[in-house]
Structures are given as structure tokens and as C-alpha cells.
């Protein structure tokens, strides 16, 4: 039995028929590789053997009536893995138009709670190829937050991939094993009883902090303020219904604009997505005076001690999607970053996830309603959006023996911050997962499209 953290559960309160929080993701495999050949029954046998030595796809959750604190996993006895992957078929031709459309459906609908929080969907006809003569097919996977950040989503993703087309199976794993109701119910009385007393030393952690981002404020050297975004198109309130988009750019391109200006790559992607949002949004006629700030999550697994499966913290960061000049604007960005960055740190690596034990169930709950009642009446967004940046290996991995041409991350939208756009280098290429609701942005090809434009603009001033 392992209990969830406070972290790890805010993600099961926050969650709404509106606002699913999975993380999402598609990935293109070349069935050419495949040993054998590819047929569905051979790629869901192999996946089967790769789950026995992964419990984290076997487990699910389990609670009990009295259970004063937050649910635990525990192994699924009943897993089947035919439960969780499915086969679909594009129409034809099978573009791009058609795969975003059944990932965007896919990705509307919300994992089934009494089973293991994930899925896979095989999706054939890629641009009418057939993958059983060696083509192209593309795998959607759906792994709720409560379960993974960015880092363990890359981490079980990695786990399933190996080195090479036709590497021996994994020796299987135990695990977690059941859990009575009386079992979960005792266990969290214990930490319930124990909160005050981790609260004494939470205070005097967050007293220092809060001197501290004043102190920075006042000499300008505080990140970007939370509720101070200017409101765009995407920043509303949010339906249940998804859209994507992808874009690829090659890695080599990035690092060629960050060794001439000196930068990080982080910086680099930042001002990408500031190029793509100025672009979209000039388009409209609706660029706002003042900068876009995105929320950026950073990881901090080697950095806490605490238990649970999200280890993240985050910054605020500035876009300067008011600054026209591309050159002056990475500058810009990357100056605002490492601000940012001295300042998350100097937080705490542990601030977001020991204040969240200490919020009831239902107070997550409330908390959202209010937001969301308060977005209706014109309420200024926390963030215009999410960026985020997960790194993946830099040399060829196979997918149960398909080899990974691509693999677009799709992480989640909330209220008042109804896009998302996170980007994985893979083996020499960035790739781009852009998430939203079509109710916001009905079609997201013009600003998947615009990263290209953004790379050559920043390639064109670093010659």
C-alpha cells in the first residue's frame, strides 16, 4: 500500500467534467522495426510482458469511508491489460487533420477511476499506410496527474522503450499488494493526528519566504507576479472538449540560436512560444500592451525528500510578447528566466507540496468553483499558460519494438489558462504538444505552424 501525497491527490479534488487532469501524449512508431512484423495482437503481447515489470501500470486507487486522509494505491488483482489499450483507425487520407481531431476526442475523455488511471490507443491508417507492411502508426497515451509529473511521465515512457528493435523482456516486478479499508482508514488517522505538528515547522519556512519575495520585489528581482497577465482569447473558462496540435523542430537549430546569444536552451523554447503567441495573437488584432506570462513547472526530484510521484515546483515567467525585435526579446526572456529561476529556488524545492497536505478534500473542490464563478464575472488570469520542457534521450529508442519517430507531450488546461504547450527533445528533434479547448481555440495548425517561423526568425539574426 502506498498513500498518496497531498500533491499527488490535488490533482484527483481539482479534477471536473470540465477539467480532466491527465497527461496526455502521442508518439509515431515505425512498425518497420518491429520483430515479426507488426500485427496489434503481437504489439499488445509485448506490452503485456513490459507491464509485468512496471507495477505502476498495474496499480489503481482504493480509499476507505473513514479514511481522514488522502487514498492509496494498490495492485489491481483483476489487471487486464485489454482494459487499457485500444485500436482505432484513422478515415482516410489520414493527415494530420484527421489525427488531431481523434486525439483531441481522445483526450476529452476521463479515465475510469475503479482501474489503473491510464490508457493506450494504437491508432492505424496513418496518411493511409499500412502498418502491418511496415508503416507508420501512432500511439496516444493517457496517465493521470495524480499519477506522474513530467519527469516519472518521461520515466515510464523510458521504461518502455529500449536501446534496441528486438532487446530481451524485463524480469517482472512485484506489486504494491492490497489493502483492507481498516488498513487505509488507521493509516491515515496517524498522519491526520500528525499534521499539526509538521505544521510548526511549515510556518517558520514560509514566514522566510515571504520576506524574502518582498525583499525581491522591492529590488526588482522577483519573478512574475501571479494575477498580473493581461487576458487573452485563451484565457476563459474551459469545456470538457480537447484540441491539439504538433510541431517538430531539429534540436541542432535550437542550440545553433542558443551558443550564439549565449543562453539556455529553455530560454531558446521560451522565446519560440513567445514568437508563435505574438504572431497569433497580431493576427486577431489582439495583442496585448503588456507581456504573456507562462507558468513553468519545475521539477524537484533531486531536490525533496517528501514521498509522492509529483515532485514539482514552479516560476512565473515573462514572454515579453511586447518586445518586437526576436534578438531583443530572447535577451529579454532569458534575463527574466534567470531571475525567475534565483527565485523559485530561494521558495523551496518542498513549499508547494507541504502546504498542500494541510488543505481538506473539498477545499480544493470549492477553490475551483470560486475560480471559475470569478473568471465569468472578468477575474484577471493566475497565467496566460503552461510551458513546459522535458528532456528525452538523444540517440534511437524503440517502442515495444516500433521505433519512436516522434513523441508530442500533451499536459493539461485549466480555468483561465486554457492552453498548454510542452516540447521533449527526442533524438535530435524537439517535439511540440500543443493542448487546448475548441470552445477557446477552435484549430491550433496556425500556431503549431508558426514554430517554424519563430525558429528561422531566431536562426536568421544568429548567422
Known amino acids: 500500500m502506498q498513500r498518496l501525497s497531498p500533491l499527488d491527490a490535488s490533482f484527483l479534488y481539482l479534477e471536473t467534467a470540465a477539467q480532466p487532469l491527465h497527461v496526455c501524449s502521442v508518439l509515431e512508431l515505425d512498425t518497420s522495426t518491429m520483430p515479426g512484423g507488426y500485427t496489434f495482437d503481437r504489439l499488445r503481447d509485448a506490452l503485456s510482458v513490459s507491464i509485468k515489470a512496471m507495477p505502476q501500470f498495474r496499480e489503481k ?12 494505491w494498490v495492485e489491481d488483482m483483476d489487471f487486464d491489460v485489454s482494459r487499457h489499450l485500444h485500436r482505432i483507425g484513422l478515415p482516410g487520407p489520414g493527415g494530420r487533420a484527421e489525427l488531431s481531431e481523434i486525439c483531441g476526442h481522445i483526450a476529452s475523455l476521463p479515465l475510469d477511476r475503479s482501474r489503473p488511471l491510464w490508457e493506450m490507443w494504437v491508432i492505424e491508417n496513418i496518411a493511409g499506410t499500412d502498418p502491418q507492411a511496415g508503416g507508420r502508426l501512432a500511439l496516444m497515451t493517457k496517465i493521470h496527474h495524480a499519477g506522474v509529473d513530467g519527469v516519472t511521465g518521461a520515466n515510464l515512457m523510458s521504461q518502455l522503450c529500449t536501446p534496441e528493435a528486438d532487446a530481451p523482456p524485463p524480469e517482472p516486478a512485484q506489486g504494491t499488494g492490497g489493502a ?18 509538521k505544521l510548526v515547522n511549515v510556518l517558520p519556512a514560509t514566514a522566510t519566504t515571504v520576506v524574502d519575495t518582498v525583499r525581491r520585489a522591492f529590488n ?20 470538457g472538449q480537447r484540441c491539439v496540435g504538433f510541431a517538430q523542430l531539429d534540436l541542432e537549430d535550437i542550440k545553433t540560436v542558443k551558443n ?20 497569433f495573437l497580431s493576427s486577431r488584432g489582439e495583442l496585448p500592451e ?20 509529483n515532485q514539482v515546483s514552479g516560476m512565473f515567467s515573462k514572454l515579453d510578447t511586447h518586445v518586437d525585435d526576436p534578438a531583443e526579446r530572447l535577451r529579454a526572456i532569458a534575463a527574466s528566466n534567470s531571475v525567475a529561476k534565483q527565485h523559485s529556488s530561494a521558495l523551496g524545492a518542498t513549499l ?3 502546504w498542500t497536505q494541510f488543505v481538506a478534500p473539498a477545499v480544493f473542490g470549492a477553490a475551483m468553483r470560486v475560480y471559475a464563478a470569478s473568471r465569468l464575472s472578468g477575474a484577471k488570469p493566475i497565467h496566460n499558460l ?20 516522434a513523441l508530442y507531450p500533451l499536459g493539461p488546461i485549466f480555468h483561465g489558462a486554457g492552453l498548454n504547450i510542452t516540447v521533449m527533445s527526442l533524438n535530435g528533434k524537439l517535439d511540440v504538444g500543443l493542448m487546448s479547448c475548441p470552445d477557446l481555440l477552435p484549430d491550433l495548425w496556425d500556431m503549431a505552424d508558426a514554430f517554424q517561423v519563430a525558429l528561422e526568425e531566431l536562426l ?3 548567422r
Request: aromatic letters at 6%; charged letters at 15%.
Open 386 to 405: 503552461v510551458v513546459s520542457n522535458v528532456p528525452g534521450p538523444q540517440t534511437p529508442v524503440y517502442m515495444l519494438g516500433c521505433e519512436v519517430k
Open 460 to 462: 536568421a539574426v544568429s
Open 352 to 354: 508547494l507540496q507541504d
Open 180 to 197: 483492507s479499508g481498516a488498513a487505509i482508514a488507521l493509516g491515515g488517522a496517524l498522519k491526520f493526528a500528525a499534521r499539526p505538528f
Open 220 to 239: 526588482g528581482q522577483a519573478m512574475a507576479a501571479p494575477f498580473n497577465a493581461p487576458k487573452t482569447a485563451f484565457n476563459a473558462n474551459i469545456t
Open 260 to 279: 550564439h546569444f549565449g543562453v539556455k536552451v529553455n530560454d531558446v523554447v521560451m522565446a519560440l512560444v513567445s514568437g508563435v503567441l505574438r504572431t
Open 290 to 309: 503588456h507581456s504573456l506570462v507562462a507558468m513553468v513547472p519545475v521539477s524537484v526530484h533531486d531536490q525533496s525528500d517528501r514521498p509522492g510521484r
Open 61 to 72: 486507487l482504493a480509499d476507505s469511508r473513514f479514511n481522514l486522509d488522502h487514498p492509496v
